[in-house]
């Protein structure tokens, strides 16, 4: 098979948010249509490079990285572990990027994944860091996407993480716990900006 720059990029992509689904590679690597997705996608996987599963029922197909993709991207070898309780929320992250992508031009090279950010810690102690961050114009701007309430004391240290690292924070959901406590702490942590997570799906699908 010969691979070509585009073949590289759905690499990149699929490392750098664990796994994707098609519709998310067909937007985000720049491709026409579906079907011509699924062509190159089943190539790539015959080829070795990528792998195809379902996970959950009601969700489609999930696309990995291969041990032989991983060599090909120069990459840690070791598999990324894809937990199931995740898989909506990060389904949804992947959909919030788009919206970014498509609807405000953010190119996909001024988006650093919480993968990528986890990475740059090293072997330390885990730390909180955003589903996703935007740097563009100079701008650090965290993006939180929240499908379920956490602690109050939780929720304030993430957003006091954000508050201190980054110029803006952007909060996602529909949960309405959620809301009311980001609503509870705008006045104390100026640079919160929340977002209806409908709104954005509907953009991302449409």
């Not at 993709?69 to 572990?81: F, P, Q």
């Not at 240290?157 to 509870?184: A, C, F, H, P």
Request: positive net charge; hydrophobic residues 35%; glycine residues 6%.
């Amino acid at each position: 098979m010969e691979l070509t720059e585009r073949d590289y990029d759905i690499l990149r992509l699929i490392y750098k948010f664990k796994f994707c689904l098609g519709r998310h590679i067909k937007v985000l690597a720049g491709f026409s249509g579906l079907r011509t997705t699924d062509r190159r996608l089943k190539a790539l996987i015959d080829a070795g490079y990528l792998s195809r599963k379902k996970y959950m029922y009601g969700v489609a197909y999930l696309y990995t990285l291969t041990h032989k993709g991983r060599i090909l991207l120069g990459v840690s070898k070791r598999e990324d572990k894809i937990r199931i309780d995740r898989i909506t929320h990060d389904i949804y992250v992947l959909e919030t990027v788009i919206f970014y992508t498509q609807k405000y031009g953010v190119a996909l090279s001024d988006i650093e994944s919480e993968k990528e950010l986890h990475m740059k810690d090293g072997f330390g102690g885990r730390k909180h860091h955003p589903d996703f961050v935007i740097r563009a114009e100079g701008k650090n701007i965290a993006v939180e996407l929240e499908l379920n309430p956490k602690t109050k004391n939780r929720m304030e240290k993430n957003i006091r993480d954000n508050y201190m690292n980054y110029e803006k924070q952007i909060w996602i959901t529909d949960d309405k716990k959620v809301l009311s406590l980001l609503q509870g702490f705008m006045n104390e942590y100026s640079n919160i900006e929340i977002l209806q997570l409908e709104k954005v799906l509907a953009y991302a699908r449409a």
